[in-house]
């Protein structure tokens, strides 16, 4: 499970740093004050078969939190919403095209800090971790 957790965080990592132009960190826990944020977690671990020794089958949660600020390149202010879509959209292009997890939810959230746009992304994976498929 660590093991699955870890490849697709590395891909993500990658995929969207490549494909960004607004320089976001991709990390597994947030850090203050770095802008634009992309977090990626375990978020949650399901049963949802247990046959004994023959088959253990877990719904894995994943949770991707973007967070951006209104960020100048090149003497131009990239508003905040425009940051979170692109990262939006490559984070569904990898997670949910090319790993083909299932999305549960993905909706603006409000912000303590009205500076910081904020989307929340949930994804799902059902795991059999006696076999160790993936489906």
Do not use: H, W
Not at 75 to 85: C, H, K, Q, R, T
């Amino acid at each position: 499970m660590d093991d699955y957790f870890e490849k697709l965080f590395q891909g993500l990592k990658e995929y969207v740093k490549k494909r960004s132009v607004y320089s976001p960190i991709v990390t597994k826990k947030a850090k203050e004050s770095v802008f634009p944020l992309v977090v990626f977690s375990i978020s949650n671990r399901v049963p949802v078969a247990n046959l004994g020794f023959y088959e253990q089958i877990e719904l894995l949660s994943f949770s991707v939190e973007i967070s951006t600020i209104d960020k100048e390149i090149d003497g131009e202010l990239i508003d905040s919403m425009v940051i979170a879509n692109e990262l939006r959209k490559l984070v569904n292009e990898y997670l949910g095209i090319m790993c083909r997890l299932k999305k549960t939810y993905d909706s603006p959230t409000p912000n303590v800090d009205t500076n910081v746009y904020r989307i929340v992304m949930r994804f799902t994976k059902n795991i059999n971790t006696t076999k160790n498929i993936i489906y």
